[in-house]
Nanobody, 126 residues
Framework: QVQLVESGGGLVQAGGSLRLSCTAS??????????MGWFRQAPGKEREFVAA????????DYADSVKGRCSISRDDAKQTAYLQMNSLKPEDTAVYYC?????????????????WGQGTQVTVSS
């Protein structure tokens, strides 16, 4: 059974930083064939795209709301994707989910992703 495990969430003051990690289990197979994405869902809102990095690392995309403040990366040897978030704002408060899409190319579409993590809570206080 494929597992994606997120970590790194927590409570931070506005203007602070967090680094989220997402590690895939060995059962995912060849990690380098998966586009890795980050989504978030705030209470009462729909899940929204945050960032994604293509399976070969050549293409990266960000939501406009986080562009310039977030950086996505991957370490294929560790089967881990990262989301570095800086200059956090209270409106960034949400549960953050990582997801994996086999050779995914439609980064912002949740239905493209085959596997999802359980989520990690990020709370930004004002």
């Amino acid at each position: 059974q494929v597992q994606l495990v997120e970590s790194g969430g927590g409570l931070v003051q506005a203007g602070g930083s967090l680094r989220l990690s997402c590690t895939a289990s060995a059962s995912i197979g060849t990690f380098t064939t998966y586009t890795m994405g980050w989504f978030r869902q705030a209470p009462g809102k729909e899940r929204e795209f945050v960032a994604a990095i293509s399976w070969n690392g050549h293409t990266i995309d960000y939501a406009d709301s986080v562009k310039g403040r977030c950086s996505i990366s991957r370490d294929d040897a560790k089967q881990t994707a990262y989301l570095q978030m800086n200059s956090l704002k209270p409106e960034d408060t949400a549960v953050y989910y990582c997801a994996a899409a086999k050779f995914g190319s439609s980064f912002g579409s949740p239905i493209e992703y085959h596997y999802w993590g359980q989520g990690t809570q990020v709370t930004v206080s004002s």
